[in-house]
């Protein structure tokens, strides 16, 4: 990164927001060359630009990080998470630490009821895919042997996974409960396959 528009990223994230006039004044450079560099920083989609009314006059436009600024500063959820499922496991023991998971699957699997109310059991299938799809995975499904077999090629959890396994057992449980149906990991990433299939059987949907 450019020293001058990471000055400017490192300015919008103290200050949320700024207009032109702000960073000329930050930066001790013209408004015009501001602009270059803002030019660039909104074409590669790190900074977002809104205008700023309540003034006489034209309004002025302010800047401010896009989710893909923010995202280039370190965020450590990956360090907490696994901080704090070792000290559960180590704390409450290993039995605590499942239904802690579990728990923690249901809240996530709550979160999608209104999407599968009404849906007959291969109805509920499909949209358990399309689902597991919508959390940042890339996903295909398909009928094997009777089974709905649901591939993730990805991983949001990768970081923490590879650490602790247990988050493993989460996932599956959150397939489990919005799919209706008793659902099993037959290959996983962690074990270095190309994917994590849960092999969903329709049978046991209630």
Same mark, same amino acid.
């Given at each position: 990164?450019?020293?001058? $528009?990471?000055?400017?990223?490192?300015?919008?994230?103290?200050?949320?927001?700024?207009?032109?006039?702000?960073?000329?004044?930050?930066?001790?450079?013209?408004p015009?060359?501001? $602009?270059?560099?803002?030019?660039?920083?909104?074409?590669?989609?790190?900074?977002d630009?809104?205008?700023?009314?309540?003034?006489v006059?034209?309004?002025?436009l302010?800047?401010?990080?896009?989710?893909?600024?923010d995202?280039?500063?370190?965020?450590?959820?990956d360090?907490?998470?696994?901080?704090?499922i070792?000290?559960?496991?180590?704390?409450?023991?290993?039995?605590a630490?499942?239904?802690?998971?579990?728990?923690?699957?249901?809240?996530?699997?709550?979160?999608?009821s209104?999407?599968?109310?009404?849906?007959?059991?291969?109805?509920?299938?499909?949209?358990?895919?399309?689902?597991?799809?919508?959390?940042?995975?890339?996903?295909?499904?398909?009928?094997?042997?009777?089974?709905?077999?649901?591939?993730k090629?990805?991983?949001? &959890?990768?970081?923490?996974?590879k650490?602790?396994?247990?988050?493993?057992?989460l996932?599956?449980?959150?397939?489990r409960?919005?799919a209706?149906?008793?659902?099993?990991?037959?290959?996983?990433?962690?074990r270095?396959?190309?994917a994590?299939? &849960?092999?969903i059987?329709?049978?046991?949907?209630?």
């Amino acid at each position: 990164m450019q020293a001058t $528009r990471q000055d400017i990223l490192d300015f919008l994230r103290r200050h949320h927001a700024a207009s032109v006039k702000d960073l000329a004044a930050h930066l001790a450079l013209t408004p015009t060359a501001v $602009r270059q560099h803002l030019t660039i920083l909104e074409r590669d989609g790190l900074i977002d630009s809104s205008e700023q009314r309540g003034h006489v006059g034209r309004p002025a436009l302010v800047y401010s990080l896009s989710s893909s600024g923010d995202s280039l500063y370190p965020k450590l959820y990956d360090d907490l998470a696994n901080a704090m499922i070792t000290e559960a496991r180590e704390l409450l023991g290993p039995d605590a630490q499942q239904k802690l998971l579990k728990n923690v699957a249901t809240r996530f699997a709550r979160q999608y009821s209104s999407r599968l109310e009404g849906k007959s059991p291969s109805e509920r299938l499909t949209e358990t895919a399309k689902i597991v799809g919508d959390r940042g995975n890339v996903v295909e499904a398909e009928w094997a042997d009777g089974d709905y077999l649901v591939r993730k090629y990805t991983c949001p &959890f990768w970081n923490v996974a590879k650490q602790n396994s247990a988050v493993c057992a989460l996932d599956v449980e959150f397939v489990r409960q919005i799919a209706g149906a008793d659902a099993r990991l037959s290959t996983s990433l962690l074990r270095g396959d190309e994917a994590c299939t &849960f092999r969903i059987r329709p049978r046991a949907v209630g």
